[in-house]
């Protein structure tokens, strides 16, 4: 039997869109799919740069772009790898800084739902 997903929870459910919608993708794209996946997965590879300190960086990157399912990914990303909230908040302001309205509309909205859903699961 397949996981289950909570719907309600719309955090979860973007992250199941977005997986699903890269599965299609991948099944119509194999070749640029994996050459995509190869450059990512060496991006975020430990380095000099923690991967913490990467998704970090890419959360703010994908506020600025206003990315939604790229914010959600890296809240994920920033959680899974042993970012505080107080890291992702302080993150957040350094992407509305550079960013403004936008940004912060985005941090008091989707960051914070984004955490509240994902916090519980680590």
Do not use: W
């Not at 992250?15 to 299609?24: F, I, M, P, R, V």
């Not at 998704?55 to 790229?70: M, N, P, R, T, V």
């Not at 994920?76 to 505080?84: E, P, Q, R, V």
């Not at 909230?85 to 309205?101: P, R």
């Amino acid at each position: 039997m397949g996981q289950e997903f909570d719907y309600d929870n719309g955090t979860e459910g973007a992250l199941h869109d977005y997986k699903q919608g890269l599965g299609l993708f991948t099944a119509k794209m194999p070749e640029i799919a994996r050459h995509y996946n190869a450059f990512t997965e060496a991006c975020f590879k430990e380095g000099s740069v923690s991967i913490r300190d990467k998704h970090l960086i890419a959360l703010g990157i994908s506020l600025h772009a206003q990315d939604e399912y790229c914010i959600i990914y890296h809240v994920k990303g920033c959680l899974d790898n042993g970012a505080s909230e107080e890291q992702i908040l302080e993150t957040v302001g350094v992407a509305a800084a550079l960013g403004g309205g936008a940004a912060m509309s985005q941090a008091v909205t989707l960051i914070q739902e984004a955490v509240s859903d994902l916090k519980g699961t680590h």
